[in-house]
């Protein structure tokens, strides 16, 4: 991003992010100024050369320039707006622990199975009749409702990463595998569950003869809670629907029962590196860009992608295995807006995100990614962006795995914290599949059943029911 576009902006690196201020220059603010705290995590972004702000790299590039353009046509108030970039996984320190402060957040722009924490705890507001009809109609309904809770909108989708399976079409025509190898770039296969295993079994019977270093075919890895979308997705492959609407978890049914048996099976069958629970996923990462593993996780704002049609067609891209097809899942990143109590900041929050939706050029910016715009993503297909096609045709193999749950992440007993424990104790052999399913189902329906009994916005609506 070139800084010397941005004007008054302020730039400094202190604890590992950057603090972008924007708005009122040549004077101090005064005390009429209103001031608004934008923070988010560092994500990367990318945005086609058509728009006008290609430079954009990370969110923070990105929230930088559409403060800019708002504090410049914004005529309700003096607003000046400060753009904190923070790292990865930070929200805790950055987010939750400044609630009360002068460094609290006003608006933040994160993945929201992050932000869901904070619709429970009260401090993100409803955004219900934020946005014009016309904008709210041009979001979509599969986006917009993984940002609703109990029937009201608290999380604004602005655009989906879609993540399936890449793998190295090297690696697999090295061992005898070319019929399942797409030539075509960027299509997106669907194997079934005896392709999975002729696949994984080859690669690893082959694989596991080589003396330089561990190799295996895919990844697998429970040292931390990154894994719980993707294993959910494997287990969720032989036929069951893990969550019910409510969020409650199932993993007592025979289905997930044969799913975690089939996790188990590939320590035996050389699926995995040798200990696969001490494993994280940024493991997994290096050792398929090092070529140790064949298969790891996919999506558009991944490095593969990011760097051009070249790299993305060194490799394959297929779907999660399923009985019934293929298992693909999706994050939304969108905004959350936080009442801290003032109601001329709230207001001028409320305006911002307002602006973002309803500016074509800032709208624009989602399409490096899947937008949650329909306009946007027509725009995509009609320029050919790379893949879009791809995955449109591929979202109704995308299922949903969060549905609101008040305790997803953030808590020691969360969701996340509970489930990658479960699945450490199998992959370590501590655990029958049978007496893992016990645990998962007791352990994450806990977690659900607290952040339940301990959220606000239940609280209110057991309250608004039992006066009715």
């Known amino acids: 991003m070139k800084r010397q576009r941005i004007i008054c902006t302020a730039l400094s690196a202190v604890l590992g992010f950057s603090l972008f201020a924007l708005g009122g220059c040549g004077n101090d603010g005064g005390d009429d100024t209103v001031r608004i705290n934008v923070k988010t995590p560092l994500i990367r972004m990318s945005t086609p050369s058509a728009i006008s702000n290609a430079e954009i790299a990370t969110s923070g590039d990105f929230l930088s320039l559409a403060a800019k353009a708002f504090t410049e046509q914004y005529k309700k108030d003096k607003v000046e707006i400060t753009v904190n970039m923070f790292p990865d996984g930070e929200e805790e320190r950055f987010v939750t622990d400044m609630f009360g402060t002068e460094d ?174 001490n494993f994280t996923l940024s493991d997994c990462d290096r050792l398929f860009h090092e070529g140790q593993i064949a298969f790891y996780v996919f999506n558009i704002g991944c490095e593969v992608y990011l760097q051009g049609e070249e790299e993305v067609a060194k490799c394959g ?50 399409s490096g990614s899947i937008s949650a715009s329909k306009r946007v993503t027509e725009q995509q297909e009609a320029q050919n962006m790379l893949m879009i096609d791809q995955f449109t045709k591929n979202i109704p193999n995308v299922i949903h795995f969060m549905r609101g749950n008040p305790n997803w992440q953030g808590l020691d007993n969360s969701v996340r914290n509970v489930f990658y424990k479960g699945i450490f104790n199998l992959l370590s052999g501590r655990l029958t599949p049978q007496e893992c399913a016990a645990k998962l189902n007791k352990d994450c329906n806990e977690a659900t059943e607290y952040g339940r009994e301990n959220s606000v916005i239940f609280k209110k609506l057991a309250k608004r029911n039992k006066q009715g």
């Open 104 to 277: 609290a957040a006003d608006v933040l722009y994160d993945d929201f199975y992050n932000m869901i924490t904070y619709v429970h705890s009260g401090n993100a507001i409803s955004l219900e009749g934020l946005l014009s009809e016309s904008a709210r109609a041009d979001l979509k309904d599969g986006y917009v409702e993984w940002g609703e809770v109990a029937g009201e909108v608290y999380m604004l989708p602005y655009l989906g990463r879609q993540n399936i399976l890449m793998y190295n079409k090297a690696i697999l025509r090295e061992y005898g595998l070319d019929e399942f190898v797409e030539d075509e770039t960027g299509i997106i296969q669907t194997w079934s569950i005896d392709e999975w295993e002729y696949v994984l079994d080859t690669l690893g019977a082959g694989m596991a003869q080589k003396t330089d270093k561990k190799y295996a075919p895919t990844m697998m890895y429970a040292k931390d809670n990154q894994g719980d979308s993707h294993i959910m997705a494997l287990i969720s492959g032989f036929g069951v629907s893990l969550v019910d609407d409510d969020g409650y978890f199932h993993f007592d049914e025979p289905e997930a029962l044969r799913g975690l048996e089939w996790l188990q099976s590939g320590i035996e069958r050389n699926w995995y590196m040798p200990h696969p629970q």
């Open 317 to 366: 891209y297929v779907n999660f295995p399923s009985l019934t097809g293929g298992i693909a899942t999706r994050f939304v990143t969108g905004f959350e807006i936080f009442d801290n109590k003032d109601a001329r900041k709230l207001a001028a929050a409320k305006d911002f995100v307002k602006f973002i939706y309803e500016t074509e050029e800032w709208l624009n910016v989602s």
